[in-house]
Structures are given as C-alpha cells and as structure tokens.
C-alpha cells in the first residue's frame, strides 16, 4: 500500500486546515487508518485514528473537540480536519495504515512521506 499526504501548510493560529491520505496499491484490504505527528524534540504523537468501517474513531486529549478524521472508502481517501490550530500543532503530520484498529495504540503497517503543518501565532 503506498500513502500520498497532502493539505499541509502555513496558518495562523485559529485557523483550518483539512488533510488528505490517498491510498493505492493493495486497497482492497481493511485497513485501520491514523494520522500521526512529530514535532521537533517531541515524541511521535497519535492524533486521531479511524476503523475501517469509520464507526470507530480516537483522538488524542490535545486535539479533541478541534480535530476529526474520516475516510471515504470508495475513493481510498481519509481526511483528518484541523480546526482552532494552535502554534503547538505545528508538526509533520503522516497518515498509517494499520492491518487492525485498536485505539490510540495504533501499530502501522504502512507509512506515507508526511506533510508539515505550520501555524503561526
């Protein structure tokens, strides 16, 4: 499976930004999706994670109420929309494909190459 990040940019804070992942190759497995930060000097960060029917959904406590992930199976697409950016969000954000879904503890099988997300104060 091969994962194309897109949507990344600059900001200011109180803005909105909305995130893709398109997926190809071996689509037709259930996949679990997440998108997954790093920011530098931080630890990597599971921000929100999504089950393959997308009844499932989690997010870490910095982001609830701000963000939210969905996914449109039929064009092998999940979006993860940022609201209310703070200059702490400021990170590369990937999107992971997972072979099950378990939460935030969210073990990828695949990778995309990340998009960096800058927000200004």
């Known amino acids: 499976v091969q994962l194309q990040a897109s949507g990344g940019g600059l900001v200011q804070a109180g803005g909105s930004l909305r995130l893709s992942c398109a997926a190809s190759?071996?689509?037709?497995?259930?996949?679990?999706m997440a998108w997954i930060r790093q920011a530098p000097g931080k630890e990597r960060e599971v921000v929100g994670a999504?089950?393959?029917?997308?009844?499932?959904?989690y997010y870490a406590e910095s982001v609830k109420g701000r963000f939210s992930i969905s996914r449109d199976n039929a064009k092998n697409t999940v979006y993860l929309q940022m609201n209310s950016l703070k200059p702490e969000d400021t990170a590369v954000y990937y999107c992971?494909?997972?072979?099950?879904?378990?939460?935030?503890?969210?073990?990828?099988?695949?990778w995309g190459q990340g998009t960096l997300v800058t927000v200004s104060s």
């Open positions: 992971a494909a997972a072979t099950y879904y378990n939460g935030g503890d969210f073990s990828p099988a695949f």
């Open positions: 190759g071996s689509t037709r497995s259930k996949y679990a």
């Open positions: 999504i089950s393959w029917t997308g009844y499932s959904t």
